[in-house]
């Protein structure tokens, strides 16, 4: 676990040469981890490399059976990030479903909907993220505009609104 954290910390900073390595031994431990996947696909997804984001967020949605929130996030924005908006916002549709089954984070429910530019969606869901200090909003820090759709002013805005941007 411990190598892991590294890995993403290294993924985070921008380093995935340093990273992948450290996710594949973790992946070569355990095949079926959704974790080391998600992780994975993520610093491919920083790295701009969005087939291989997509493939491994492809092995953990089906790893998790559909019921992985960060992984139906994420997947929907590399999907949009691809230009496949309507794969991408079935995705969305279904992060909706099984936030109304359980307690899915605001921000993790507003990331899609920020990859596909619809603000409609993704504002309200922010607001509520930064009502209740959502720990997933610290990411905006270190993730920044490396993300789909992190570039919109208006989100900008409202993270420098509240500290989470410089």
């Not at 997509?54 to 590399?78: I, K, Y």
């Amino acid at each position: 676990l411990v190598a892991t954290i590294d890995a993403i910390v290294l993924s985070h900073a921008g380093h995935l040469d340093d990273a992948e390595p450290i996710f594949r031994v973790g992946l070569e431990a355990d095949l079926e981890s959704v974790m080391h996947n998600n992780h994975l696909g993520l610093a491919y997804l920083l790295a701009g490399r969005l087939d291989a984001a997509e493939s491994c967020l492809r092995q953990a949605e089906r790893l998790a059976e559909g019921e992985d929130p960060w992984t139906t996030g994420a997947l929907a924005a590399v999907i949009a990030a691809l230009g496949r908006q309507e794969e991408a916002r079935a995705l969305s549709r279904q992060m909706s479903s099984l936030a109304r089954k359980r307690y899915v984070s605001f921000f993790c429910r507003a990331f899609p909907w920020l990859a596909l530019g619809r603000y409609d969606r993704w504002g309200p869901l922010i607001e509520r993220a930064i009502e209740e200090r959502d720990p997933y909003l610290v990411w905006v820090r270190t993730l920044g505009d490396r993300l789909p759709g992190m570039r919109d002013p208006r989100f900008v805005a409202r993270l420098r609104d509240v500290g989470l941007m410089p």
